[in-house]
């Protein structure tokens, strides 16, 4: 049995805290078959962190960030609407394919997922954007937003193409949606999410389970999943014996994030350690040393 996730079309580009390229982007997914999985299931990630859910069983958005459920309702109403109308949508496309597919008679698991958004470059100015379609895993369907034509890259596509490509009101809207509606989210969320950040320091800590495990550097309590951790040996960074956690979501609309250390106690104690932490939003580093005073741990 395959198994559908929301990322499987890519989500763009990655960010440090010096990019410039922001994003706004809708992922979603309709499935078909015995699975667990809700039918229709989305999510909206602002600089690829995530900042709404929606599903097809409570047909609602829900907010994901502390700042965004303090945003008002306009993006949740917004695109609580425009949830319930693509089920509807990718719940039929999904029966059309099955059946171009020659899989009307498959018990298994189908799955038809769309990425929209955009994208904003706010040094240059350039804007560019993304709606695409994807059937079990394999690209299907995608606008081109220069020629606002259909690009289909397998057969089954093709009847597609020349009924999108012929619809032209439909294909100017979401030209529209793209580059005029979806930037003006971006930019609002953006200063927004700005404006709302706390200026306290998230909580920085050194933990270390035994003498001999790596030493983490463990940060929560952000309001921003735009965060940099980086470890010093002498003022110089250190990538060699440095193991990269996720930036991981809280229940309470923070994040988290952890770097492991692997260095032996007489290292550390005849070089200069550092746990360096950057975030968006704050304008001073939070720097942590490695000694044996900052390091906590349950031994003993």
Same mark, same amino acid.
């Given at each position: 049995?395959?198994?559908?996730?929301?990322?499987?079309?890519?989500?763009?580009?990655?960010?440090?805290?010096?990019? =410039?390229?922001?994003?706004?982007?809708?992922?979603?997914?309709?499935?078909?078959?015995?699975?667990?999985?809700?039918?229709?299931?989305?999510?909206?990630?602002?600089?690829?962190?995530?900042?709404?859910?929606?599903?097809?069983?409570?047909?609602?958005?829900?907010?994901?960030?502390?700042?965004?459920?303090?945003?008002?309702?306009?993006?949740?109403?917004?695109?609580?609407?425009?949830?319930?109308?693509?089920?509807?949508?990718?719940?039929?496309?999904?029966?059309?394919?099955?059946?171009?597919?020659?899989?009307?008679?498959?018990?298994?698991?189908?799955?038809?997922?769309?990425?929209?958004?955009?994208?904003?470059?706010?040094?240059?100015?350039?804007?560019?954007?993304?709606?695409?379609?994807?059937?079990?895993?394999?690209?299907?369907?995608?606008?081109?937003?220069?020629?606002?034509? !259909?690009?289909?890259?397998?057969?089954?596509? =093709?009847?597609?193409?020349?009924?999108?490509?012929?619809?032209?009101?439909?294909?100017?809207?979401?030209? %529209?949606?793209?580059?005029?509606?979806?930037?003006? !989210?971006?930019?609002?969320?953006?200063? %927004?999410?700005?404006?709302?950040?706390?200026? =306290?320091?998230?909580?920085?800590?050194?933990?270390?389970?035994?003498?001999?495990?790596?030493?983490?550097?463990?940060?929560?309590?952000?309001?921003?999943?735009?965060?940099?951790?980086? !470890?010093?040996?002498?003022?110089?960074?250190?990538?060699?014996?440095?193991?990269?956690?996720?930036?991981?979501?809280?229940?309470?609309?923070?994040?988290?994030?952890?770097?492991?250390?692997?260095?032996?106690?007489?290292?550390?104690?005849?070089?200069? %350690?550092?746990?360096?932490?950057?975030?968006?939003?704050?304008?001073?580093?939070?720097?942590?040393?490695?000694?044996?005073?900052?390091?906590?741990?349950?031994?003993?």
């Amino acid at each position: 049995m395959k198994v559908f996730i929301l990322m499987i079309l890519g989500i763009g580009h990655l960010h440090t805290l010096s990019a =410039v390229i922001h994003s706004l982007k809708h992922f979603i997914t309709g499935v078909s078959g015995e699975t667990n999985f809700p039918e229709l299931s989305g999510e909206g990630l602002l600089d690829n962190g995530q900042v709404a859910y929606f599903d097809s069983n409570t047909k609602t958005v829900v907010a994901k960030t502390e700042w965004i459920r303090k945003y008002g309702s306009d993006y949740m109403d917004r695109h609580t609407q425009f949830g319930v109308g693509i089920f509807l949508f990718l719940k039929n496309q999904l029966q059309v394919l099955k059946n171009r597919f020659n899989q009307s008679m498959s018990t298994g698991v189908h799955g038809l997922q769309l990425m929209i958004g955009c994208e904003w470059d706010d040094e240059t100015g350039v804007i560019d954007g993304v709606d695409q379609y994807g059937y079990d895993g394999e690209d299907f369907i995608s606008l081109d937003l220069e020629t606002l034509t !259909w690009i289909a890259p397998v057969p089954q596509a =093709v009847i597609t193409k020349h009924m999108w490509d012929n619809n032209r009101a439909q294909n100017d809207y979401w030209n %529209y949606y793209i580059t005029r509606e979806c930037i003006d !989210w971006l930019k609002e969320f953006l200063e %927004y999410e700005k404006s709302s950040l706390r200026t =306290v320091s998230p909580l920085v800590s050194l933990l270390q389970k035994t003498p001999s495990s790596p030493v983490t550097c463990h940060t929560t309590g952000l309001y921003s999943s735009r965060v940099m951790v980086t !470890w010093k040996k002498d003022g110089q960074e250190q990538h060699d014996d440095v193991e990269i956690g996720e930036t991981l979501p809280n229940d309470d609309g923070t994040f988290q994030k952890s770097v492991h250390l692997t260095v032996k106690p007489e290292e550390w104690k005849n070089h200069k %350690y550092q746990c360096v932490v950057q975030v968006s939003g704050i304008n001073e580093d939070i720097i942590k040393v490695l000694t044996e005073d900052e390091i906590q741990t349950n031994r003993g």
